[in-house]
């Protein structure tokens, strides 16, 4: 049985979710900015998220995928992909023509998803993570 996805900028009835998501990480207060920014998108599954990606701007110009995540019970259904394609249809809108991501060199599923929805590897930053692990970056050309 195929689900269907819906794919939506995060609002503010979001909060909760996406602090889970983003595992406390960032306070509520800056979580409620980037809803309000449009840079926080949810997949959902009739109704119910299950998947969360959060846009960010290096040097407040150039997107990058700040965090991607699929509840474990979603994926490998699309979820994913429906999430990174409606962010480059956002981002292709808005003008640009390439997205970054990037996995910890210690990750290959992640890695291997990013390869295969079009992403190229474009370089590392040596030991930028907790015990050394450097965190190899990507590169995908949206249109």
Not at 3 to 23: G, H, P, S, W
Request: charged share 30%; aromatic share 10%.
């Amino acid at each position: 049985m195929e689900e269907d996805i819906t794919v939506r900028f995060a609002d503010i009835n979001d909060l909760d979710y996406c602090r889970k998501m983003d595992f406390d990480f960032i306070s509520r207060e800056k979580l409620e900015y980037l809803v309000n920014q449009d840079e926080i998108i949810i997949a959902e599954i009739n109704g119910n998220p299950v998947g969360y990606l959060r846009i960010e701007y290096l040097w407040h110009r150039i997107p990058y995928i700040g965090l991607i995540l699929v509840d474990e019970n979603n994926r490998r259904i699309g979820v994913g992909m429906s999430l990174l394609a409606f962010t480059e249809s956002h981002l292709s809108s808005a003008g640009h023509s390439t997205l970054y991501s990037s996995s910890q060199e210690d990750e290959p599923e992640p890695q291997e998803w990013h390869r295969h929805v079009g992403f190229e590897d474009c370089g590392i930053i040596k030991d930028i993570n907790e015990g050394n692990i450097g965190e190899i970056v990507f590169r995908k050309r949206i249109t």
